[in-house]
C-alpha cells in the first residue's frame, strides 16, 4: 500500500472563466514546483514509489528536473506508462491504473472537474486534493509539503485504517434513458442550450435547475446558489435541488471568483439518498457536471439525477496530521 500515484491536470484553471472574471492562475511551472514538495514530503514520510500521471507540459518530468540533487527521490518516482490524449481521459486513465496497481493515495493537482473525473478511475483509493482550479469545492489550498506528508500515512496504513483518516464524500448520479452515464461530486445543472460549447458556466441565463451533494456559502459556482440560501454541509446525508425563477426571490451568488451576480429562484427542495430526481422534460438542453456542460439532453431523452453517499474516499489533512502525531509519527 506504499504506492502513491499524482494527477496534475495542465488545464486546470485555464477555461474561459479566467477571461470573465478574476480567478487566481496557477500556471504549470508553479503545478510542477508543488508536486516537486509533494515528493520531497511523500519520500522523508517514508513512501519509496511514487508514480505520476504524464502530460503535454511535462509536470511530473519539470518536478523531477529540479530535484537533480536528490537522486535518492528521483529514483523512487516514475512517470505512468500511458498513451496521452491532452484531454480528461487521461486523468481517468492515470486514475484507473493507479487503483488496479494498488495505490494507497492519490494526490490530484486541479479542480472540481479534475477530482470529478479522478474519482470516476480511483474506486475505493482515497483522493487528496489540492486546489490548481477556477471553482475549487472539493479541493483545499493545502501546502504541498503538508499535502506529500498526509499522503503518506494514508498510503503507509492498511486501507482498515483509511476511515479514521478519511472521510466519504457525496456524489450525484445522472442517469439518461435508464442507465448511468456519469457522477458529478459537487453539482448537476439543467441548462437551456443544446451546445457545450467552451464547457464552463459562469452566466445564468439559460440555467434552469441545480442538484447538489453540497452547497455552503464559502463555495464559489452554481451550488452557491443554494448554499446563500439553505447550506448543505459535505457531510450531511442529504442533498437539495432547486428551480431557477426570473421572477423568483433574488438571492446574490458568487457564481465565480470575483463575479457576484443576482439569480432568480423557486422553492429548494430536499434530496433523499437513492431517489430518482427528474429533470425538467423540456429539450433541447445541456447538463453541467461540476460547473462543466458535459451531457446533451436531445427530444425524446429522460433523465434523473440521483443523490449518492459512497463516493470518492477524501483525505482530511488536519486529522490525518493529528492522529500521526498522537502516535509519534514524525519521532525520531
Known sequence: MSLVGIVAN????????????????????EKASIVRRVLLALYASGVRRVEIMPDHFGIGQRALKGLRDRPEVVDAVSLIDMPVEHTMADSLRAAQYLRDAGAGCIVVLGGDGTCRVVAKGAGEVPLLPISTGTNNVVPTFVEGTIAGSAAAQVALRARAGWEDLCWRHK?????????VIDQA??????LSTRFTGARAVWETGTLRLVFVSRAQPVNIGLSAIIGMVRPVGPTHPGGAVVTAAADGRKVMVPIAPGVVVPVGIGEIVEMEPGIDCPVDPLRPATLALDGEREITLNRGDEAT??????????????RTLALAVAQNAFVA
Open 10 to 29: 495542465p488545464a486546470s484553471g485555464k477555461d474561459i472563466r479566467r477571461l470573465v472574471s478574476h480567478a487566481t492562475v496557477v500556471n504549470n511551472n
Open 171 to 179: 456524489r450525484l448520479l445522472v442517469r439518461v434513458n435508464g442507465e
Open 185 to 190: 461530486l459537487v453539482e448537476v445543472a439543467l
Open 305 to 318: 439525477v440521483a443523490l449518492d453517499l459512497d463516493g470518492p474516499w477524501i483525505v482530511d489533512v488536519e
